[in-house]
């Protein structure tokens, strides 16, 4: 191997060892991989920006800034009191509720702002009707990776993937959607035999949710009316833009703009409300990988994994879609998808039919995700709001449940696959 090789092995090795056990915050650490990579010579800083997906940058910065508006309006707090309500304060109802409002908004939104707009809510309904939020909690991490799985924004894999692949919202929808439906309607089955009957309310802390008013809730009605009607161009826009020739960032962007005009919002709150460490994360980590496929690493381990499965598109497929899975449960599903991209632009090169293998990565890894208390961002999220409250959910109780689940979703979606791109 070439010094450059070495060394783009190297820095991309320290910077998973940092995310990995989290002695370094993991933009600072992608950001110093991509200095490295500049400083050391592996790459110049013109090649290194070709590696840069600015598609999915702007689709998740575009997202962050139009939901950060969107969240002033109290529309998710008045979506998860009427959910309460609905279920007329019976705690497995609401839990059947609140499962299926974090898959809904996971597939549209972000998944940490999902459960950070869910998880106070859940608190509260849990403290007025003295029941264990924990269950709650473990649900609606499993809803917000199922959810996030089914379209093309929910998960920022799928955006990297769509960017790569050059899939469409409404291809997310055809192929990815019907597995996570399917899932989603087993889980709520499994779920319901672990807490179904586990959770009994009485009818004074029943009533005490009842008398919670939703409309209390919305802090502009103007501006939730707004959201809406955007919210509905939003999804509109993702759904159309493979047939007006749009990039999906441009629809994210300009919804953006657009709800910032019409809403007049201010600026400096609404940028405040952006990830600004997940969007550096993703740059410095582009960056990062790009010196592997600019070097030829990329290239090898490519022909490494065609190798070790013959070429036959059908194993390769089963292959990533459980190794996508085991490997998104303790390392950060971006990252693997990051390095996956290229070795399977790559393997397209050299004319193997890829599709599927988009679709194993896609599914794998952000199913993948619910196999243990570090396998996304919303179960840390969500795990930290828990334990703030007096509620710890501990890394070994989520894991007997947790990864147990994730592999069943994994076998629905591997039987779903198969069905779909059946063996030549």
């Not at 320290?14 to 790459?43: C, N, P």
């Not at 940058?57 to 979506?79: I, R, T």
């Not at 003295?130 to 955006?159: H, K, Q, R, W, Y």
């Not at 707004?226 to 749009?246: D, P, Q, R, T």
């Amino acid at each position: 191997m070439t010094a450059p090789q070495i060394l783009s092995i190297c820095i991309f090795a320290a910077v998973m060892l940092a995310v990995v056990t989290e002695k370094m915050h993991r933009s600072l650490a992608a950001i110093l991989g991509a200095v490295l990579v500049l400083a050391l010579g592996v790459m110049p800083l013109n090649a290194a920006m070709t590696h840069v997906d600015f598609n999915t940058l702007g689709v998740l910065f575009g997202m962050m800034l139009f939901v950060s508006v969107v969240k002033l309006s109290g529309l998710f707090e008045y979506l998860a009191v009427k959910c309460a309500r609905l279920a007329k304060g019976d705690p497995w109802r609401i839990m059947l509720l609140f499962v299926l409002l974090t898959a809904g908004l996971s597939a549209f939104l972000d998944n940490v702002t999902t459960v950070l707009l869910v998880g106070p809510m859940t608190i509260t309904v849990c403290r007025m009707l003295d029941v264990d939020p924990v269950p709650f909690f473990f649900t609606e991490i499993m809803a917000s990776n199922i959810g996030g799985t089914a379209t093309l924004i929910g998960d920022p894999p799928n955006i990297m993937i769509g960017s790569a692949a050059s899939f469409s919202f409404l291809d997310f929808v055809a192929v990815d959607t019907p597995a996570v439906l399917v899932i989603l309607v087993v889980l709520l089955g499994v779920f319901y035999l672990m807490y179904g009957r586990k959770m009994p309310a009485d009818q004074a802390h029943r009533q005490s949710v009842m008398a919670l008013d939703e409309r209390s809730y919305i802090k502009s009605r103007s501006l939730m009316r707004l959201s809406v009607v955007m919210i509905a161009l939003v999804v509109a826009g993702f759904m159309l833009h493979g047939v007006l020739g749009v990039e999906s960032c441009v629809i994210a962007l300009a919804a953006a703009a657009l709800i910032l005009v019409l809403s007049r919002a201010n600026i400096d709150d609404a940028l405040a409300g952006v990830e600004w460490t997940t969007l550096t994360f993703f740059a410095g980590l582009f960056v990062v990988v790009g010196a592997m496929a600019e070097t030829g690493v990329i290239a090898m381990l490519a022909n490494t994994l065609v190798n070790a499965t013959g070429g036959n598109v059908f194993v390769t497929m089963l292959v990533l879609l459980f190794g996508s899975a085991i490997v998104s449960s303790f390392l950060d599903n971006i990252p693997f998808v990051a390095t996956m991209i290229p070795i399977l632009l790559v393997m397209q090169a050299d004319g193997m039919d890829v599709t599927p293998l988009w679709w194993a990565v896609s599914l794998g890894a952000c199913l993948g995700g619910n196999g243990t208390i570090i396998g996304a961002s919303a179960n840390v999220v969500l795990s930290d709001i828990s334990r703030k409250n007096g509620h710890e959910l501990t890394f070994a109780a989520y894991l007997k449940r947790g990864f147990p689940l994730m592999l069943l979703t994994v076998l629905i979606a591997g039987a779903y696959l198969v069905l779909r791109f059946p063996p030549a």
